[in-house]
């Protein structure tokens, strides 16, 4: 079995103890991977802050090139790393080959707006003096990710620090490290000097400690759960480490009578059964008028019963198993729950019976507030459907949860789309849209959802200072 190592100062480093990668799909262990101890991320850390000095002095221009040919290497592998992907995280192959294209695209697109990495000069309000604004590299940056997108919710964070002119240490998750080892092997082959990228892994409280601990690393950047993005935020209090957070969600999904239903299930599908359920701006609680409650219900249900499940590489496959032993324990318990509560199990419920960690998709009507499904996130193909009667109602239900990642809204009205855009706590609010998100835009959320942006110039500005220059003369 093969064991992956670290990528760490250039050099791809085997290391012991290796930890165990198992495929979702059969709960066997394919794979190893090195970890280091806290020792060893500090030095990651000096490392980078040695090569921070010669990467901030190259021209945006020249950071782009390396972006580009990162790009240009994983474009080549693509099919390679997304059969990795599939393994470690369970995902239809379709979707593993988007994420890595998404993952190219955000390095290209990055690419370019380093170049806009634009400071400004101000009228001054003082005689003899000028006032000028710069942007400069944060320096060292610790970034953690999730394992429901390994690679691309890691790229995220990487091409935008590159761009900006920061060196990162990247700690991917437990359950899926393996397509990060995969993107710094692009890193490595594109040319990028050493220590401008390093990968870790190990246990993740000793490398988030060191990463908020460490004078050298200037900012934390996570992705995860909203109970870590707590722990996180406790840590920097000493050293004032500045954090990006993007947290967990529960997204609602609106479904007004005047909406064009098909496009309504068709969102609804994708909103909710993409990446199994498992992505942090899934649709967690549809909201569907009444007048038009029973048609969506049979439309929807329809579709769901239709959805093929299975392992990642069989043909049509669209959804594949939960992460673990422990979401598929979550999900049961989540359906059980709605149903002890007076919900009408429409579909699913129950674990497929085959090996790995495979759940039915499933749609609950008529969930009741209280119901555990509405109240924190699913990570599942689970729907809980619910009706509402006017607009008003719909947005108080939708506002209801300590999560502002994402909402969608499925209407004609322009003026109920602007209202609800307005009037809806969320950082993305898909419109029509069951997938808001692209590079060129910003991603991240309100309330417990997490602080700052990632992706379009806010994700870059994420890695920036931003210095005011008062000159005399
Ligand atoms: P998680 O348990 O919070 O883990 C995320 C990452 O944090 C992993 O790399 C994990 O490492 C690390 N970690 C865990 N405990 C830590 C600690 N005490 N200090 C430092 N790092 C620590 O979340 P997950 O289960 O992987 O991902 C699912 C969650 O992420 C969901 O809540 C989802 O909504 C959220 N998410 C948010 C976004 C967004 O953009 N807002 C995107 C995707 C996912 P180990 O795995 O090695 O322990």
């Known amino acids: 079995m093969q064991t992956y190592p670290l990528y760490l100062n250039g050099q791809f480093v085997p290391s012991e103890p290796a930890w165990n990668v198992t495929n979702p799909a059969d709960g066997e262990v394919f ?28 021209t945006a221009k020249a950071r782009g090139e390396f972006l580009r040919r990162i790009a240009s290497e994983l474009e080549n592998r693509r099919e390679e790393v997304a059969r990795l992907i599939s393994r470690e995280n369970g995902k239809p192959l379709a979707q593993s080959l988007a994420e890595v294209a998404i993952s190219v695209d955000h390095l290209t697109w990055f690419a370019e707006e380093g ?22 590299p944060i320096g060292v940056v610790g970034a953690i990710s999730p394992w429901n997108f390994p690679l691309m919710l890691s790229v995220r964070k990487v091409a935008p620090a590159l761009a900006a002119g920061c060196p990162v240490v990247l700690k991917p998750a437990r359950q899926a490290p393996l397509s990060c080892i995969a993107f710094a092997e692009c890193a490595h082959a594109a040319g990028l000097p050493k220590g401008v990228l390093q990968v870790v892994c190990g246990p993740s409280g000793e490398i988030g400690e060191e990463f908020l601990g460490n004078p050298l690393c200037r900012k934390v950047t996570f992705t995860g759960s909203t ?5 996180l935020i406790r840590q ?37 059964m993409r990446n199994t359920g498992q992505s942090c701006i899934a649709a967690n ?14 439309a929807f249900v329809a579709r769901v019963k239709a959805l093929k499940v299975g392992e990642y590489s069989e043909p049509g496959v669209e959804i594949g198993p939960l992460i673990d032993r422990a979401a598929l324990d979550h999900a049961l318990a989540l359906a ?25 998709p499933t749609v609950l009507a008529d969930v009741p507030a209280d119901a555990l499904c509405r109240r924190g996130e699913i990570f599942a193909p689970m729907a809980p459907v619910v009706t509402f009667d006017t607009e008003a109602e719909a947005v108080q239900m939708a506002n209801d949860t ?17 209202r609800l855009g307005e009037n809806l706590e969320a950082g993305m609010i898909g419109l029509n849209d069951g997938l808001p998100t692209t590079s060129n835009a910003p991603f991240g959320g ?13 994700g870059l500005d994420a890695f920036l200072e931003t210095k005011h220059l008062s000159v005399r003369c």
């Open 402 to 418: 300590v999560h502002g990642l994402s909402a969608y809204a499925f209407t004609r009205d322009i003026g109920r789309m602007f």
């Open 31 to 58: 794979a190893r991977i090195s970890t280091v101890n806290r020792a060893r991320v500090a030095q990651a850390i000096a490392d980078a802050h040695a090569a921070f000095a010669g990467w901030r002095q190259l």
């Open 236 to 272: 920097a209090a000493d050293t004032i480490k500045p954090l990006s957070l993007e947290l967990g969600g529960n997204a609602p999904l609106l479904v007004f009578d005047d909406a064009d239903l098909d496009l309504a299930v068709e969102g609804a599908m994708l909103a909710k």
């Open 336 to 360: 059980q729950d709605a149903v002890q509560r007076g919900a009408r199990l429409l579909c699913g419920g129950h674990r497929v019976e085959r090996k790995g960690f495979f759940f039915e």
């Open 227 to 231: 109970e870590v993005g707590r722990i």
């Open 285 to 298: 609680r549809l909201f569907v008028h009444r007048p038009v409650y029973d048609r969506f219900l049979a």
């Open 115 to 136: 170049r806009r990495a634009y400071g400004r000069i101000i009228p001054p309000q003082a005689e003899g003096k000028r006032n000028l604004v710069l942007k400069t």
């Open 446 to 458: 309100v309330k417990q959802s997490g602080w700052g942006r990632e992706l379009a110039s806010e």
